[in-house]
Nanobody, 122 residues
């Protein structure tokens, strides 16, 4: 069974940090692009970061550039999202998702995680 399982979410104060993990099982991340998506209450889901298959090129949406860092450990078959300088606007349910190849466009996604909540509040 192909699965992605997120961990590391929770409640954090503004300005704080969290690291999300996305552990894959049943398939090898070497050949998949993995993206992090976020859905805030009352809003559509948006892609916020992607790490491509093969060479691991990274990309970020403008609102998280300079604050979030995506990385992967292929030996652990896991992708991470380090989130620093968190703002209340970063709150939402975070999903990791995988697509074969280089890109994380939502229409290419083959496997979704179950989602994990992140709340940034004082």
């Amino acid at each position: 069974q192909l699965r992605l399982v997120e961990s590391g979410g929770g409640l954090v104060q503004p300005g704080g940090s969290l690291r999300l993990s996305c552990a894959a099982s049943g398939f090898n991340l070497d050949y998949y692009a993995v993206g992090w998506f976020r859905q805030a209450p009352g809003k559509e889901r948006e892609g916020i970061s992607c790490i491509g298959g093969d060479y691991g090129a990274t990309s970020y949406t403008d609102s998280v550039k300079g604050r979030f860092t995506i990385s992967r450990d292929l030996a652990q078959n896991t992708v991470y999202l380090q989130m620093n300088s968190l703002e209340p606007e970063d709150s939402g349910v975070y999903y990791c998702a995988a697509a074969g190849g280089y890109y994380c466009s939502e229409h290419l996604i083959e496997i979704w995680g179950q989602g994990i909540p992140v709340t940034v509040s004082s």
